[in-house]
């Protein structure tokens, strides 16, 4: 079974540092998106992509991350000078091109920023 | 605006009985409603989608959900709890209508199934 999968499953880094995190979609998706989820929330859209190009970004998006998808296979997200706010479990996701289509998930990259 | 909302923080159910897990959204056209579950330190797994056609739609591990225009809700469904159903449960709703592609999110509810 060829899921979506993410690396590392889990991250400890110190306030500061730079952490990126990789998605590998489901290969024939052409959809790929990322969310943030804090305990006991829902989860919150960071940003997706459809092929290469990223088409929508969220505000919660500050100028610390940045996303990408070079190749539109697998995509990664860079967040830059660390913040304990940054802590959270960060969802990548996959689907077919059209709206109805539901989501595939990853299992996640839990990150905890000490 | 879109929104979902889930009434229940938590449902608790004894093991056999049927369980509801609530659901209701608001949208401007037609919506697109999802539901998930989320064990323990896992993703989000999907269970089933309602887009068009028969209200009532089945999904994965024996679950159903009931779509109601006219309540505006998507409430899921099980005539028989299992202790492994334990997990936390998502709504989501897209609007047909809305050129924005994201999903709108419900907050969660944890089931608890006690044996």
């Known amino acids: 079974d060829t899921g979506v999968s993410q690396n590392p499953r889990h991250k400890i880094t110190k306030r500061g540092q730079n952490v990126t995190f990789r998605c590998d979609p489901i290969s024939e998706h052409n959809r790929l998106y990322w969310y943030r989820q804090t305990l006991g929330q829902g989860p919150e859209f960071l940003t997706y992509?459809?092929?290469?190009?990223?088409?929508?970004k969220s505000r919660l998006l500050s100028d610390r991350f940045s996303a990408e998808r070079p190749k539109g296979s697998f995509s990664t997200l860079e967040i830059q000078r660390t913040e304990q706010g940054d802590s959270a479990m960060y969802l990548c996701?996959?689907?077919?091109?059209?709206?109805?289509?539901?989501?595939?998930f990853g299992p996640g990259t839990r990150l905890t920023v000490t | 605006a879109q929104s979902v909302a889930q009434p229940e923080d938590q449902v608790n159910v004894a093991e056999g009985n049927p369980l509801t897990v609530k659901c209701t959204y608001s949208v401007s056209g037609n919506p697109y409603l999802f539901w998930y579950v989320q064990y323990p330190n896992r993703g989000l797994q999907f269970l089933l989608k309602?887009?068009?056609?028969d209200n009532l739609v089945k999904g994965s591990y024996g679950f159903e959900a009931e779509f109601n225009k006219s309540q505006t809700s998507f409430h899921l469904k099980k005539p028989s709890a299992l202790v492994s159903d334990s997990a936390l449960y998502f709504c989501?709703?897209?609007?047909?209508?809305?050129?924005?592609?994201?999903?709108?999110w419900g907050a969660g509810t944890k089931l608890i199934i006690k044996p």
């Open positions: 996701a996959s689907s077919y091109t059209g709206d109805s289509y539901e989501q595939y």
């Open positions: 992509f459809q092929n290469e190009a990223q088409l929508e």
């Open positions: 989501a709703v897209r609007d047909s209508a809305d050129s924005n592609y994201q999903l709108i």
């Open positions: 309602y887009i068009t056609g």
